[in-house]
């Protein structure tokens, strides 16, 4: 395991010099650009590509809703006999199968205060759950505080080393 280590190590180019740091920053730089230029390109491919089949897949998307459409209306209208009078969700047609699936109950809701506040008035609070959680910024602001507390780490502040070459803006 340690042999892996330092063979990454070794991996590691260095540059000696400022000159040569120099260097590196502008290859980073060229070589950032590069990556751009080939992700516009690539881009550029995706979008010809995309228009070349959209009116293709966009009939046949027409095509199978209308279809589909169809379908769901005949069967419904059928429906007592496919599902021998309501034993059966799933009725086989030889070429496929069309099923009936009834989903789960839900709760949509929209202006959460105002539901919470006709909750509260009402005297249905066991609709309302509370969240116990620790408060993250209080314990920032006392770390030597909570530093004993089991479980509680403390993690100063990490420094990040940035690399930015210089760019000229043309816009």
Same mark, same amino acid.
């Given at each position: ?41 690539? !881009? ?40 021998? *009078?309501?034993? !059966? ?6 070429? *496929? ?75």
């Amino acid at each position: 395991m340690a042999t892996k280590k330092l063979k990454k190590i070794a991996e590691i180019w260095v540059p000696q010099s400022r000159d040569e740091t120099a260097d590196a920053i502008k290859t980073i730089g060229d070589t950032s650009r590069e990556i751009e230029r080939l992700t516009v390109n690539m !881009n550029d491919e995706i979008a010809d590509v995309t228009k070349k089949y959209q009116a293709t897949i966009d009939r046949h998307k027409q095509s199978l809703d209308t279809l589909q459409t169809g379908v769901q209306i005949w069967c419904q209208a059928n429906r007592n006999d496919l599902t021998q *009078g309501g034993k !059966n969700k799933t009725a086989n047609l030889i070429t *496929g199968t069309v099923h009936w699936r009834k989903r789960p109950s839900s709760i949509s809701l929209r202006g959460i205060e105002g539901i919470l506040e006709a909750l509260k008035r009402m005297k249905l609070t066991r609709f309302i759950r509370s969240k116990e959680e620790i408060n993250k910024e209080a314990m920032l602001n006392e770390p030597n505080v909570v530093s004993s507390i089991p479980g509680v780490k403390v993690v100063p502040g990490v420094e990040d080393f940035i690399i930015q070459p210089f760019e000229q803006d043309v816009t």
